[in-house]
């Protein structure tokens, strides 16, 4: 490929997701597509009930657990349906229609998840960043002893915000860990459901996580459709029916290489760093304000802005001659997001911040 005026050779990729992955992930799954393991065949044409990809299968979900230090009550499932299909497949599961549970509204992906607990049971909305269009996390709130489970949002991705602190209660947590799973050491055993769709943080599109702790399940009296509950995944191995065997493949060269990276706390150094300047330049330079309060800040993903919204079509254009793509907001945002996953390099992160400044330059 040759570098041209409108397409640099190297991109710096801040999609919010699908996102970046590292660049050996994508040499490896190419490969895998033409030949998987030596075998003469396509990943993509490989039977999900062979010993080969039965240990691809094992190695993800032994290398998911290694790396969030998971214990013995804690099962990891690999599903269809993105994390939206969790914000049912939870209640379904946990959720009897007289009980309630505990929700948190810290963003539009955290109210989509209200709205299909809602066919389930009662749901209690225990507080909301909304009316200031979802830029802080609520601190003051108190949630019910008999609330079924505390449902929370980790990482806002369209808002930028981020729980710096998990709150402390005696309910079960539940969590959408989409956006940030991986990026920073929690204590995964203290929740007792956590789901994530794989194309943020994880690997490609079309396959979801879903860590559970298998004490939980079992306590309601609705009956559930066979795909949609937890216990039969885990009685199969995440094979109860033709699984996203691509997608989970992508899912074990990104979790290896994780590994390689030394594990979520090597990678939480590094995301520190990374969201560390940025946020130094939004703070520093006068051309550009961030939305998000700033301790509830999200390290995943940045959102800015600038006043006039012709500036920001020209910073954007600017921004793509240096190769920077994908730093639009969300549609109802606006602005700006730059999104730093793990594989997301520092030097990526000083383009950016370069292209700032060089920006402002050129103004005076
Ligand atoms: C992207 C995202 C979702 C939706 O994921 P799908 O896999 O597209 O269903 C849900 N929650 C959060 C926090 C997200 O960032």
Redesign the pocket.
């Known amino acids: 490929m040759t570098a041209t005026k409108e397409q640099p050779v190297l991109l710096h990729n801040f999609n919010a ?1 699908p996102s970046i992955l590292p660049k050996t992930v994508f040499e490896q799954a190419a490969a895998a597509i033409l030949n998987f393991e030596q075998s003469g065949l396509s990943i993509l044409e490989f039977g999900h009930r062979t010993p080969e990809f039965t240990a691809v299968m094992a190695e993800a979900r032994g290398l998911l657990r290694e790396l969030m230090h998971l214990d013995e009550n804690h099962e990891v499932l690999f599903l269809h349906g ?4 969790q914000f049912m497949q939870v209640p379904m599961n946990l959720l009897d229609a007289k009980e309630s549970a505990a929700y948190t509204d810290t963003d539009v ?1 955290g109210a989509k998840a209200i709205k299909e607990a809602r066919l389930f049971g009662k749901v209690d909305v225990v507080c909301s960043s909304k009316e200031k269009n979802y830029n802080f996390i609520p601190k003051d709130f108190a949630v019910p002893n008999d609330a079924k489970y505390l449902h929370i ?1 980790t ?3 369209i808002y930028g915000t981020q729980w710096q602190k998990i709150p402390r209660t005696s309910n079960s947590m539940v969590a ?1 860990m ?2 940030d799973i991986l990026s920073r050491v929690l204590d995964f055993n203290s929740f007792d459901l956590i789901y994530a ?1 794989a ?2 943080n994880l690997g490609a ?1 079309g396959v ?1 996580i879903v860590v559970v702790n298998k004490n939980i399940l079992g306590k309601i009296k609705r009956a559930i459709p066979t795909m949609m509950d937890y216990r039969n995944h885990i009685k199969e191995d995440s094979m109860l029916n033709t699984p996203p065997v691509f997608a989970i493949y992508v899912c074990l060269l990104n979790l290896r290489w994780v590994k390689a990276q030394g594990g979520v706390a090597a990678l939480e150094k590094r995301n520190i760093e990374k969201a560390a300047l940025l946020y130094r330049e939004i703070d520093e330079n006068p051309l550009f304000t961030g939305t998000a309060a700033k301790e509830d800040r999200s390290k995943m993903n940045v959102c800015f802005v600038m006043e006039d919204p012709l500036m920001e079509e020209r910073f954007e254009a600017f921004a793509r001659t240096r190769g920077i793509v994908a730093i639009r907001g969300h549609r109802s945002v606006g602005g700006f997001r730059a999104s730093l996953y793990n594989a997301l390099p520092l030097s990526s992160v000083e383009v950016l911040v370069q292209a700032m400044r060089d920006f402002s330059n050129s103004l005076n």
């Open positions: 997701g993105g994390a939206s299909t992906w949002t990482n806002n991705t959408d989409s956006s769709g194309q943020k599109a979801n």
